[in-house]
């Protein structure tokens, strides 16, 4: 049992040092890690789609569902091309699309800060500071996507290193617990 706490232990420790290391290269080497994973997602859906392709050219006389694999194939490695070739692209999509969707979230929330406004109930200001702030927030990722993606991208960071910090602690607090425990099994196990 000691011998599986020990890799168990090992292991969560070793994850937990990864993604510190990660994390920091999110805070500090922001662009890079985009480009590296826009070439990782791009180079994946490249990969992704020649299946369907080779499968149609294998298959297209015994299967009539094979031109819809061959028309996703084609639209999988062209999308890999492109985001390969651009690596930029990524960047700026993700924070269009999260800065939509906070805009839509808080137009909603707008709303709903104006009816509990019109029922006199008196945190609806709360509501309304924090939908418009949510509001700018999505306007400046629409209008600046790259300083949002790298803003996102060390917010991200930053979790990630105070989970990992959060996560070391809490696997050497269990594991002292543990051995405390373990010992003093032994010493009752002595004992009778």
Do not use: C, H
């Amino acid at each position: 049992m000691q011998d599986m706490f020990k890799r168990v232990f090992r292991m969560s420790v070793i994850s937990s040092i990864l993604f510190f290391v990660f994390g920091l290269l999110l805070i500090f080497q922001t662009e890079n890690v985009i480009k590296t994973i826009s070439i990782i997602i791009g180079s994946l859906l490249l990969i992704i789609g020649i299946f369907p392709i080779v499968n149609y050219f294998r298959n297209r006389d015994q299967n009539i569902f094979s031109s819809a694999g061959l028309l996703y194939g084609i639209f999988s490695v062209v999308a890999g091309i492109i985001i390969i070739v651009n690596k930029n692209l990524l960047a700026n999509i993700i924070p269009v699309l999260t800065g939509v969707w906070m805009i839509i979230n808080s137009v909603n929330k707008i709303q709903i800060s104006m009816e509990l406004r019109d029922r006199k109930l008196p945190y609806w200001i709360i509501s309304f500071i924090f939908a418009i702030l949510i509001l700018i927030g999505g306007a400046f990722l629409i209008i600046n996507p790259i300083n949002g993606a790298v803003l996102l991208s060390r917010t991200i960071g930053i979790i990630i290193v105070i989970y990992s910090i959060l996560d070391i602690a809490d696997s050497i607090y269990i594991k002292v617990k543990v051995k405390s425990i373990v010992k003093d099994i032994v010493e009752v196990t002595k004992a009778e």
